[in-house]
């Protein structure tokens, strides 16, 4: 399925080369195209994986995304998600985690659901582009040539509403409605959030995807940052549903803790 | 929550393997090595999730009521009897770890002590 265009031409090309064409070319023209720049489906894995991440980074094959940079918050956010992100950080060292949104079975949403925690399925059909994300079974479409609803006028959700569309071999995508309490990074934004994404094929088992989140209530400017997916070839992605969690959040410290049945 | 600096080596009798999201959890019934003579107690030990344990050779039936498995966990800070695991023994003799996310063992699943790794500093 995957190259189905790019085989097209490359048999156009050998029928019209002349018969007395040498070796090498022919060689050289069926080699060239190896995947479909507008195709990705398939399941795939963040890049690079986080046993890698101790690695030499000049040893990864395709090169590293930059950290995810803080959030160009606006001065009056600021402090509060500086001091917020102290008091993560001293529990984490602690070994005393506050509890999250996991904690309480709840899924990431966008754009979290985006950095592939888990593995993610991508099918495209001539209408949407559908994102799986195994962990927490999150479902995401966007939809073709579609329009967004205003602001406004979006209903917040999870993962709100998305429309995308092709621009050369980018796939760009646009996405409003999320609801305020779903938050990436403990970043807090408003109804008028846009999350934009461009996603293409680095090669013909990598993907990335340059993600611009807007919000002109809460941030400065754009804040930007870049995810890499590689192929996992042939796998199917497992059921998830977050049926019994042990861990819940201490009511008094907003810690997490883990419920015991026996003893 | 979990001591991943202290670890601890169990071994006893699985009663119960729960194997759903977000966590597996095994109850093992076993004494506290810490506290030597001490009765043996039911202990909660959580694992990743089933995702994470298939991609690593896991199988939702390998462990069951009743075997005979030792572990390495990562003791839950309260003192109550649960942790996290590190690396389990199966009956059989298999050794499973828990995914990266949870880390390696830093003492060993054969006899609690502690793996050369641990000395580095």
Request: aromatic share 10%.
């Amino acid at each position: 399925m995957r190259p189905a265009a790019g085989w097209a031409l490359v048999l156009g090309a050998a029928l019209l080369a002349p018969a007395c064409a040498p070796k090498t070319e022919t060689v050289a023209a069926t080699a060239a195209p190896t995947f479909d720049p507008k195709d990705f489906s398939g399941t795939w894995d963040r890049y690079p994986q986080p046993l890698e991440a101790g690695r030499d980074p000049s040893t990864l094959k395709i090169p590293a995304p930059d950290a995810i940079p803080p959030p160009p918050l606006k001065p009056d956010f600021k402090a509060a998600w500086e001091a917020e992100q102290k008091v993560i950080a001293a529990a984490n060292a602690a070994g005393e985690p506050i509890a999250t949104g996991y904690t309480h079975c709840l899924p990431d949403g966008m754009p979290a659901m985006m950095m592939a925690m888990f593995p993610m399925e991508v099918l495209q059909t001539p209408r949407q582009v559908t994102f799986i994300q195994e962990a927490y079974n999150q479902v995401r479409r966007v939809y073709l040539n579609d329009t967004l609803p205003a602001v406004e006028d979006a209903e917040p959700g999870f993962w709100g509403h998305a429309v995308g569309k092709w621009e050369g071999n980018d796939f760009v995508t646009e996405t409003v409605g999320i609801k305020e309490n779903v938050k990436f990074r403990n970043t807090p934004h408003s109804p008028a959030m846009r999350i934009h994404e461009r996603m293409r094929m680095i090669d013909a088992d990598h993907f990335e995807n340059e993600v611009t989140v807007e919000d002109p209530e809460y941030l400065t400017g754009p804040w930007s940052w870049k995810w890499v997916y590689q192929r996992r070839p042939n796998y199917k992605m497992y059921e998830y549903v977050c049926e019994d969690n042990r861990e819940y959040a201490d009511p008094k410290t907003g810690k997490a803790r883990l419920r015991i049945d026996h003893d | 929550m979990f001591d991943s600096d202290h670890q601890v080596r169990l071994a006893g009798k699985v009663t119960k393997f729960e194997w759903q999201n977000p966590h597996v959890y095994i109850e093992l019934e076993a004494p506290d090595p810490r506290k030597p003579g001490s009765k043996p107690r039911t202990w909660t030990i959580e694992c990743a999730n089933p995702g994470i344990l298939n991609r690593i050779g896991w199988k939702f039936n390998m462990i069951k009521k009743d075997d005979p498995i030792a572990i390495v966990i990562a003791p839950y800070r309260t003192g109550e009897p649960a942790g996290l695991l590190k690396q389990v023994k199966l009956a059989d003799g298999r050794i499973f770890g828990n995914g990266g996310p949870a880390g390696p063992p830093n003492i060993s699943i054969e006899d609690g002590k502690p793996l050369p790794a641990a000395a580095k500093p």
